[in-house]
């Protein structure tokens, strides 16, 4: 997962940082960083047999967790993020 990691910082980068909407909304490096989770995701759960029926559900925990790790990320107020 660090490759998606280094995705996301990259995003941030370009993005111009941790500049976002409203507290609590996904800026678009996070858009970015939880899209490309969210694809991985899907891919190894359909390759483990699981299919669509978790994927919302680990999506959503992946999500909280990137967003987590990109500072000013959804949920956590700026500058106490941990990339």
Same mark, same amino acid.
Request: avoid cysteine.
């Given at each position: 997962?660090?490759? !998606?990691? +280094? /995705? &996301? /910082?990259?995003?941030?980068?370009? #993005?111009? @940082?941790?500049? $976002?909407? &409203?507290? @609590?909304?996904? #800026? $678009? @490096?996070?858009?970015?960083?939880?899209?490309? &989770? +969210? /694809?991985?995701?899907? $891919? !190894?759960?359909?390759?483990? $047999?699981l299919g669509d029926k978790y994927d919302d559900k680990i999506n959503k925990v992946a999500d909280g967790q990137i967003n987590n790790q990109i500072p000013g990320g959804a949920g956590k107020p700026s500058g106490q993020g941990g990339l």
């Amino acid at each position: 997962m660090s490759g !998606l990691l +280094n /995705k &996301a /910082k990259d995003a941030v980068g370009k #993005s111009g @940082g941790s500049s $976002g909407g &409203a507290p @609590g909304q996904q #800026s $678009g @490096g996070e858009k970015f960083a939880s899209g490309q &989770a +969210n /694809k991985g995701i899907d $891919g !190894l759960t359909d390759k483990v $047999g699981l299919g669509d029926k978790y994927d919302d559900k680990i999506n959503k925990v992946a999500d909280g967790q990137i967003n987590n790790q990109i500072p000013g990320g959804a949920g956590k107020p700026s500058g106490q993020g941990g990339l």
